[in-house]
């Protein structure tokens, strides 16, 4: 029994040594240097070669190894043109030296071009073509830029003329420009509407890349929809039309609305709304998804007190100014007019929004007031202005606004650290007089671009410049 039991036991360990033996044998021909080159060069790239020593642990060394050795063998096989040393020319630049460190040009060697296994190869002239570099206005511009900190939050307006943009016959009425800043649509007295891109060029004079003429009058108001760019125009009806592919998606004609359409203001992502206010001072809701008129709001109580000139809103309200200086705040959400006061002594020209629960308002008294939606005294105004004002945007911290005598002025905007202190905010900390050479002739609108801190200036005479 003794006997049979070892002989049972010494077959067993043969076989299971003969096992590990063709198991090993397996191995090692799979597991050969270039499995194990192809295996752990990408792997210690991605995870890294700290990673990778403490996964194989006792085995790292010895696939390190196998893959290094597989990898000197593919240097070897490629040729020794294509090994760099630090005192052996490289291989793509035959009239460059390496000496440690130190880069060396010869001379004597033509360096347009260079020969590789006999065969010449004519070298690319990065210097050849001037388009590719910043030259004029546009090196100006960069030049000053780069020198600004990152926490620079001020607009610096240079009256450097960047650009052009030709195209429009008459004066430009409306302006836009969509959230990406890639390109910006005008309307004017042409009864065009024109998309214009906002890509760098070597060009001076862009011109348009498209024009809308389904216009019968000139366009007042252009809004763009921004949760789809859905782009909204009016000269008295409203044409909704896609500025991608220019296509007309529905119309509204003035008859829909009772009266003509005064003023236009889209809604905030993600509603695809917007408002559009009648000379009757009705305010009606376009659903731009649905293509219907969804629901109206009156804007005032008791008698009447001028014609609509200006809306800003938000999600949640709208504030309207009148021509005769009134404000009138609307709940979009119930409909109900939440409070209506004198703000001004005269026409209100044009407002913009602050913050979710601020705004401001210009108007023909030469005026700019900060106002908040839970008060009718206004936190802030602006007096020392010499003219009425046209346009007037925010950037940051500070207020931009244009006057008809070509002047930008720029003043401070009150925030919560000005509580207490109110001095000195209402003078502007900058007024710029644009040079006829800048734009020609008398300033009508402007947008800024704040990615870019720039400004899209345009004029009566149809001139549009791309300034900074």
Partial sequence: MTSSSTKEKTSASLQNRELEEKILAEISETFCPETAYHA????????????????????????????????????EACGSNNKVSSSSKLSSSANITMFGNRIVLDEHT????????????????????????????????????????DTDNQIHFNQINLQNFTGHNGAIRCMCVNNSEEWFATGGKDKAVKIWSLQNTTSDYIKPSYVYTSHKKSPSHISILESDNTMLTCDGSVHVWDPYTGQTITTFDSSDFKSGIVCLESL???????????????????????????????????????????MCATSTWVAVGFSSGVISIIDIRMGPILRMWQAHDSDITTSCLISPTNFLTASMDQTVAHWETTSTTPRMV????????????TYHTEIVSSSSSNRINIHR????????????????TAVTKLRSETLKGTLSTFRILPMKRQLLVSSDSGAISLLA
Avoid: C
């Fill in 40 to 75: 752990y060069v990408p792997f210690t790239r991605l995870m890294g070669g700290i990673h990778m020593e403490g996964i194989l642990k006792p085995n790292h060394e010895l696939i390190w190894k196998l893959s290094s050795n597989y990898g000197d063998g593919l240097e």
């Fill in 268 to 310: 905030p992502a993600p509603n695809r709304t917007t408002l559009a206010a009648n000379s009757d001072s009705i305010i009606k809701v376009i659903d731009v998804r649905a293509q219907s008129l969804a629901q109206e709001y009156k804007t005032n109580m008791g008698p009447s007190v001028g014609v609509i000139r200006t």
């Fill in 110 to 149: 033509e360096p347009n071009e260079y020969s590789t296994d006999g065969i010449t190869v004519q070298r690319k002239d990065l210097n050849g073509n001037e388009s590719s570099h910043l030259t004029g206005n546009w090196l100006a511009y960069w030049e000053h830029e780069i020198g600004l900190p």
């Fill in 413 to 428: 905007l009150l925030n919560t650290d000005f509580q207490n202190g109110k001095v000195g905010l209402d003078k502007p």
């Fill in 382 to 393: 602006y007096r020392p202005i010499t003219e009425p004002v046209t346009t007037v945007r």
